[in-house]
């Protein structure tokens, strides 16, 4: 500013100035907005993904069963007598626990588990 700026010159500087404050902090909110908004977009893809590929576990883990219970069958009902077999019952309050030496044990007794 040279000595010749009137006080009109200095306001008007001062005007602008706010202006163009106004148009970047406009700017900055629409890009929040923006950034906001494509957040909200990659967290719903995300969780699409995991129902995704949640159903592909899913599909495999049946996949797979259906690979071996026909032999589970046969070991089950040879070496250890069972009758019936339900390989599509769950209750997530049963818990069994298997002795280390399970392999070399002879299993007499049946047990089910008590609801």
């Known amino acids: 500013m040279n000595s010749n700026t009137t006080l009109e010159e200095v306001w008007a500087l001062f005007r602008e100035t706010d202006r163009k404050i106004k148009d970047l902090t ?10 906001e908004q494509r957040q909200r977009e990659t967290d719903r893809q995300l969780r699409e993904l995991g129902k995704q590929i949640g159903g ?21 009902r040879r070496q250890f007598g069972v009758d019936t077999i339900a390989p599509s019952i769950h209750d997530d309050r049963f818990e069994l ?6 392999q070399s044990r002879r299993f007499d007794r049946r ?3 008590s609801a």
Do not use: C, H, W, Y
């Open 26 to 35: 406009e700017q900055s909110r629409e890009r929040q907005r923006e950034a």
């Open 111 to 113: 047990v089910a588990p």
């Open 97 to 102: 626990e298997v002795p280390d030496d399970f």
């Open 56 to 76: 592909l576990g899913n599909k495999f883990g049946s996949f797979t069963e259906g690979l071996a219970l026909p032999s589970m069958e046969k070991i089950l």
